[in-house]
């Protein structure tokens, strides 16, 4: 009796004592829980709050962009105009960029469709003019029509139908129209797009797969847009499914939802979180510049009530079942395995007088084991036999599988391994046997695991082995990596992602360039044939400052595209031999006219030994010079600019290095031996730099001052495009200035030399343009002219046709027109031409596919086939692209199209006259 007292006395207040502990620590577990839970939830919702507006903000600039397009002016009726084709062009084209929209449609103001573009069997199609109909009665025209400029009809968001039945499998759809007006301000129609909501509501599907919780998508009357159980979408197109909304099935929360924008709330049937997403108030905002009219145009609907719920419902069996098995599963085995140690330590303590020392250590041995148990369940650890049965495994290899608890415990480990991985495993584990040989052990593998029910998944293995009293036994720590191998996955895909994006831009980069240069053709070149006329002087300053301002738009466009080809890595460099002397006076000849216009003094230095034969790229050597030569002219108003070029090291590799001092071996490592290293600065005594502002001077579109913009002009792509092709040369580019005292641009090239002495001269400083060396300059060799000859001109735009047509018959030519592809092949065919200038797009047969069936026809005639034409021979006619696709890669894609040469615009008409007069000279 004595006994069992004092053991009541220890065992009954360490008993409590231990209960206590274990009610708290499940407290404290099931508030983290509900906190974790809540938080991710508010995220994923706002996310997709987030998503929507993204998703409704671009459709919505999509259709004012298309309703802004100038063609519409010329494209009201049926026909096969060009600008009709234009504009189907630009709807097929946007059509395929996008890949969201059903339908794109333009309806003039009589509900007639002019062109409409659909989504059929996998790819966009333009439908013919005899299958278009009249929309006139439809309320989204007549809606629409009613509009001010700016504003955009949105539709409700519902299942598209078909002959007044839902169209089959189910199409989500909301429709968007924005009225079309001309420069009168007159409407010409409506463009309509019909939005494929599948895009969207696919944003709610990829939340469900890593998300406890249900996400779902309701309008304002409680009905299913989106829900994990599809039954229960779009009740309100069914008849016999108008009772099933969200408020008739969890009444009480659809009642606090639809008074409240946002929230997060528990009830008897789960916690629920949402948000409102108002359509026709959010969209609208500065960036867009438009209004979002409801489907009740006329106002009778508020913006306010035109909206979704945004709603994740977490029921209680999902709130409480990481509770419930932590309690079970943790808890509670714990628990009672610490009551029953606790109550056999009590019996003994009590019986024998076990010392406080003893219980001290007991208590320090349990906790220990605790910490270890707990230390090494993030893995899961596997121990089986040398026979290949599992003796042991912990709670997590055991989830990790899907197996219950001890289920594991006994069975063959060829149950956890793939069929195709299991001969492997029973010969590794013989070889090891036989000869102690391990390709695997203490190694970290990835290989495949089977679940209890069959699905193969990837796994992390690290193997051991291990012996007791003379028994083997492996080891094996398990990590389940599926999350990371999805992660990569998702990596993988944002790269290609980024690589698409990418090569949009380069698209309508190339597009943008195309489309500028072809005005700037006609701009330029009917300002100089007028130049050549007998004018007034008026008129002359005025053609004089057209010719400028189309100059200065070319260099920006060429500068952005330069830019574009560096950053990318299309810029390519030539290794051609060049006279740097000549490279440089010629360089600086353009820039000539402007210091003398200011009264500045433009001269050029050369240091001793600098040699004349150089290998490298006298083209971008020639920009750089341009670029730091220009800006240091633009921004000096008194002074001079200096232009100095001198030996850094240099290495030619003529005679013994020892006895000639000239030829040295470089000592910069980044640059190899036998290189020549010059050193260029260009000093002015301009503005300056602040000393803060110097680093920003070498970025895009950046200049020291924004002022400076104002008054200076410029892109501030100079200097960014300097420092790439510097760099990209293999040098290196800095600046040296103090403001108010001037700036020097230095930078370093390698290049290889050919001869180390140079020509002699007779003075170290030159001033180019100076009236001194007027007279001394050679006079430049004319082009030498060929005879008349009679040229095919492939041009679709009339400005250039007028432009280029008058240009060469000014010089003995004779020029005749084809207006595309298709007539430019028969033009060829039928008659006889020394010479074909072809235009690259262009409608009906673009020039690469003209000139390919050109050179497929002559090499047909050389290998004896018979020509459907008694006056068509075998002989090659030179044909020369004439053309604004000015990309790194144009040119190459022309010459490989079978081109003989390449002219980009806008045109030069002298250069263009010499090249055609190289190539009949050639004939």
Same mark, same amino acid.
């Given at each position: 009796?004595?006994? =069992?007292?004092?053991?009541?006395?220890?065992?009954?207040?360490?008993?409590?004592?231990?209960?206590?502990?274990?009610?708290?620590?499940?407290?404290?577990?099931?508030?983290?829980? #509900?906190?974790?839970?809540?938080?991710?939830?508010?995220?994923?919702?706002?996310?997709?709050?987030?998503?929507?507006?993204?998703?409704?903000?671009?459709?919505?600039?999509?259709?004012?962009? $298309?309703?802004?397009?100038?063609?519409?002016?010329?494209?009201?009726?049926?026909?096969?105009?060009?600008?009709?084709?234009?504009?189907?062009?630009?709807?097929?084209?946007?059509?395929?960029?996008?890949?969201?929209?059903?339908?794109?449609?333009?309806?003039?103001?009589?509900?007639?469709?002019?062109?409409?573009?659909?989504?059929?069997?996998?790819?966009?199609?333009?439908?013919?003019?005899?299958?278009?109909?009249?929309?006139?009665?439809?309320?989204?025209?007549?809606?629409?029509?009613?509009?001010?400029?700016?504003?955009?009809?949105?539709?409700? =968001?519902?299942?598209?139908?078909?002959?007044?039945?839902?169209? *089959?499998?189910?199409?989500?759809?909301?429709?968007?129209?924005?009225?079309?007006?001309?420069?009168?301000?007159?409407?010409?129609?409506?463009?309509?797009?019909?939005?494929?909501?599948?895009?969207?509501?696919?944003?709610?599907?990829?939340?469900?797969?890593?998300?406890?919780?249900?996400?779902?998508?309701?309008?304002?009357?409680?009905?299913?847009?989106?829900?994990?159980?599809?039954?229960?979408?779009?009740?309100?197109?069914?008849?016999?499914?108008?009772?099933?909304?969200?408020?008739?099935?969890?009444?009480?929360?659809?009642?606090?939802?639809?008074? /409240?924008?946002?929230?997060?709330?528990?009830?008897?049937?789960?916690?629920? !979180?949402?948000?409102?997403?108002?359509?026709?108030?959010?969209?609208?905002?500065?960036?867009?510049?438009?209004?979002?009219?409801?489907?009740?145009?006329?106002?009778?609907?508020?913006?306010?009530?035109?909206?979704?719920?945004?709603?994740?419902?977490?029921?209680?069996?999902? $709130?409480?079942?990481?509770?419930?098995?932590?309690?079970?599963?943790?808890?509670?085995?714990?628990?009672?395995?610490?009551?029953?140690?606790?109550?056999?330590? @009590?019996?003994?303590?009590?019986?024998?007088?076990?010392?406080?020392?003893?219980?001290?250590?007991?208590?320090?041995?349990?906790?220990?084991?605790?910490?270890?148990?707990?230390?090494?369940? =993030?893995?899961?650890?596997?121990?089986?036999?040398?026979?290949?049965?599992?003796?042991? &495994?912990?709670?997590?290899?055991?989830?990790?599988?899907?197996?219950?608890?001890?289920?594991? !415990?006994?069975?063959?480990?060829?149950?956890?391994?793939?069929?195709?991985?299991?001969?492997?495993?029973?010969?590794?584990?013989?070889?090891?046997?036989? &000869?102690?040989?391990?390709?695997?052990?203490?190694?970290?593998?990835?290989?495949?695991?089977?679940?209890?029910?069959?699905?193969?998944?990837?796994?992390?293995?690290?193997?051991?082995?291990?012996?007791?009293?003379?028994?083997?036994?492996?080891?094996?720590?398990? *990590?389940?990596?599926?999350?990371?191998?999805?992660?990569? #996955? #998702?990596?993988?895909?944002?790269?290609?992602?980024?690589?698409?994006?990418?090569?949009?831009?380069?698209?309508?980069?190339?597009?943008?360039?195309?489309?500028?240069?072809?005005?700037?053709?006609?701009?330029?070149?009917?300002?100089?044939?007028?130049?050549?006329?007998?004018?007034?002087?008026?008129?002359?300053?005025?053609?004089?400052?057209?010719?400028?301002?189309?100059?200065?738009?070319?260099?920006?466009?060429?500068?952005?595209?330069?830019?574009?080809?560096?950053?990318?890595?299309?810029?390519?460099?030539?290794? &051609?031999?060049?006279?740097?002397?000549?490279?440089?006076?010629?360089?600086?000849?353009?820039?000539?006219?402007?210091?003398? /216009?200011?009264?500045?003094?433009?001269?050029?230095?050369?240091?001793?030994?600098?040699?004349?034969?150089?290998?490298?790229?006298?083209?971008?050597?020639?920009?750089?010079?341009?670029?730091?030569?220009?800006?240091?002219?633009?921004?000096?108003?008194?002074?001079?600019?200096?232009?100095?070029?001198?030996?850094?090291?240099?290495?030619?590799?003529?005679?013994?290095?020892?006895?000639?001092?000239?030829?040295?071996? @470089?000592? &910069?490592?980044?640059?190899?031996?036998?290189?020549?290293?010059?050193?260029?600065?260009? *000093?002015?005594?301009?503005?300056?730099?602040?000393?803060?502002?110097?680093?920003?001077?070498?970025?895009?579109?950046?200049?020291?001052?924004?002022?400076?913009?104002?008054?200076?002009?410029?892109?501030?792509?100079?200097?960014?495009?300097?420092?790439?092709?510097?760099?990209?040369?293999?040098?290196?580019?800095?600046?040296?200035?103090?403001?108010?005292?001037?700036?020097?641009?230095? =930078?370093?090239?390698?290049?290889?030399?050919?001869?180390?002495?140079? #020509?002699?001269?007779?003075?170290?400083?030159?001033?180019?343009?100076?009236?001194?060396?007027?007279?001394?300059?050679?006079?430049?060799?004319?082009?030498?002219?060929?005879?008349?000859?009679?040229?095919?001109?492939?041009?679709?735009?009339?400005?250039?046709?007028?432009?280029?047509?008058?240009?060469?018959?000014?010089?003995?030519?004779?020029?005749?027109?084809?207006?595309?592809?298709?007539?430019?092949?028969?033009?060829?065919?039928?008659?006889?031409?020394?010479?074909?200038?072809?235009?690259?797009?262009?409608?009906?047969?673009?020039?690469?596919?003209?000139?390919?069936?050109?050179?497929?026809?002559?090499?047909?005639?050389?290998?004896?086939?018979?020509? !459907?034409?008694?006056?068509? @021979?075998? @002989?090659?006619?030179?044909?020369?692209?004439?053309?604004?696709?000015?990309?790194? /890669?144009?040119?190459?894609?022309?010459?490989?199209?079978?081109?003989?040469?390449?002219?980009?615009?806008?045109?030069?008409?002298?250069?263009?006259?010499?090249?055609?007069?190289?190539?009949?000279?050639?004939?």
């Amino acid at each position: 009796m004595l006994t =069992f007292k004092r053991f009541l006395k220890i065992f009954v207040p360490l008993g409590v004592l231990l209960a206590g502990i274990v009610l708290a620590i499940w407290y404290q577990e099931a508030i983290k829980e #509900k906190i974790i839970l809540e938080t991710w939830e508010r995220h994923r919702i706002n996310l997709l709050k987030i998503t929507l507006f993204k998703d409704v903000e671009s459709i919505v600039s999509d259709v004012l962009v $298309l309703a802004e397009s100038h063609e519409y002016e010329e494209v009201t009726e049926y026909g096969n105009s060009d600008e009709f084709q234009d504009l189907a062009d630009d709807y097929l084209a946007f059509f395929k960029r996008k890949g969201v929209y059903d339908q794109v449609r333009f309806i003039n103001v009589d509900g007639l469709e002019i062109i409409r573009i659909s989504y059929n069997a996998g790819k966009p199609v333009l439908v013919p003019v005899d299958k278009l109909q009249s929309k006139a009665h439809r309320y989204y025209f007549q809606k629409a029509m009613r509009l001010k400029h700016g504003e955009v009809y949105v539709s409700p =968001f519902d299942l598209n139908m078909e002959h007044n039945e839902i169209e *089959r499998p189910y199409k989500p759809m909301i429709r968007f129209a924005a009225p079309v007006f001309n420069s009168h301000g007159e409407r010409l129609g409506v463009v309509v797009m019909n939005y494929l909501g599948v895009k969207l509501l696919n944003h709610f599907q990829m939340v469900h797969v890593a998300s406890p919780g249900r996400v779902m998508l309701l309008n304002k009357d409680g009905y299913w847009l989106h829900s994990h159980d599809p039954e229960e979408e779009w009740g309100f197109m069914f008849e016999e499914k108008k009772g099933r909304t969200f408020g008739n099935s969890y009444l009480g929360a659809w009642h606090r939802i639809t008074k /409240e924008k946002s929230g997060q709330f528990s009830t008897a049937d789960g916690m629920f !979180t949402f948000e409102t997403f108002y359509l026709l108030q959010e969209i609208k905002s500065p960036e867009i510049g438009t209004n979002l009219v409801p489907d009740d145009s006329d106002g009778k609907q508020k913006a306010g009530q035109y909206y979704w719920k945004i709603v994740s419902h977490c029921p209680p069996e999902i $709130l409480n079942s990481g509770n419930h098995q932590f309690l079970l599963r943790t808890l509670l085995p714990l628990y009672f395995a610490a009551i029953l140690i606790l109550a056999v330590g @009590s019996w003994l303590l009590a019986k024998a007088g076990i010392t406080r020392k003893i219980t001290e250590e007991a208590l320090k041995e349990n906790v220990a084991k605790y910490r270890q148990v707990h230390a090494t369940a =993030f893995d899961g650890i596997i121990i089986a036999n040398s026979d290949g049965n599992i003796v042991e &495994t912990n709670r997590k290899a055991e989830e990790i599988f899907g197996y219950e608890d001890g289920e594991l !415990t006994g069975s063959d480990l060829v149950c956890l391994i793939p069929e195709s991985l299991r001969d492997r495993h029973l010969a590794g584990i013989k070889r090891f046997l036989e &000869t102690g040989e391990s390709r695997v052990q203490g190694k970290i593998v990835e290989l495949e695991g089977v679940r209890k029910k069959g699905e193969i998944f990837p796994v992390e293995l690290t193997i051991a082995h291990f012996s007791v009293e003379g028994h083997a036994y492996f080891s094996g720590t398990i *990590r389940d990596i599926t999350n990371r191998k999805l992660g990569e #996955k #998702k990596l993988l895909l944002a790269k290609k992602e980024a690589e698409t994006a990418n090569r949009a831009k380069s698209d309508f980069l190339s597009n943008m360039s195309h489309e500028l240069r072809t005005p700037l053709t006609s701009i330029l070149g009917f300002a100089n044939l007028l130049l050549d006329g007998n004018i007034s002087e008026k008129e002359r300053k005025c053609l004089k400052i057209i010719h400028t301002s189309g100059s200065n738009l070319m260099v920006i466009i060429n500068e952005i595209l330069d830019l574009f080809n560096v950053e990318s890595g299309k810029m390519e460099l030539e290794e &051609t031999f060049f006279d740097l002397r000549v490279t440089l006076e010629k360089s600086l000849k353009p820039l000539t006219r402007k210091a003398e /216009e200011k009264r500045l003094g433009l001269f050029v230095l050369f240091g001793p030994n600098i040699p004349d034969g150089l290998i490298g790229d006298p083209g971008r050597l020639r920009q750089i010079i341009l670029n730091l030569v220009g800006n240091a002219v633009k921004f000096t108003d008194t002074g001079k600019v200096t232009v100095e070029c001198k030996m850094e090291t240099e290495s030619c590799g003529l005679g013994s290095e020892k006895n000639n001092p000239k030829c040295q071996e @470089s000592k &910069t490592s980044i640059f190899p031996a036998k290189t020549c290293l010059l050193h260029f600065s260009v *000093r002015d005594s301009g503005i300056g730099i602040p000393k803060n502002k110097q680093e920003v001077i070498f970025e895009s579109f950046r200049q020291a001052d924004g002022s400076s913009t104002r008054k200076y002009g410029g892109t501030g792509l100079g200097t960014a495009i300097s420092k790439s092709l510097v760099e990209l040369m293999g040098g290196k580019i800095w600046l040296e200035s103090e403001e108010g005292e001037g700036s020097n641009f230095q =930078f370093i090239l390698p290049f290889k030399c050919l001869a180390c002495e140079p #020509k002699p001269k007779k003075n170290m400083s030159e001033q180019i343009g100076s009236p001194q060396e007027a007279g001394e300059e050679e006079t430049e060799k004319k082009p030498e002219s060929s005879r008349p000859l009679n040229i095919l001109f492939a041009e679709d735009d009339p400005p250039s046709q007028l432009l280029i047509k008058t240009a060469l018959e000014d010089v003995g030519h004779c020029v005749e027109i084809a207006e595309n592809g298709k007539e430019a092949l028969e033009k060829w065919k039928q008659g006889e031409f020394d010479l074909i200038l072809m235009d690259i797009q262009m409608p009906l047969i673009n020039g690469w596919v003209a000139t390919k069936t050109i050179r497929d026809f002559e090499r047909g005639l050389q290998v004896g086939e018979t020509s !459907t034409k008694s006056n068509k @021979s075998a @002989s090659h006619v030179p044909i020369i692209a004439l053309t604004a696709f000015a990309m790194a /890669e144009d040119e190459k894609e022309c010459l490989n199209a079978g081109m003989d040469d390449y002219i980009s615009k806008p045109v030069d008409l002298e250069e263009m006259i010499q090249k055609i007069n190289k190539w009949g000279l050639a004939q």
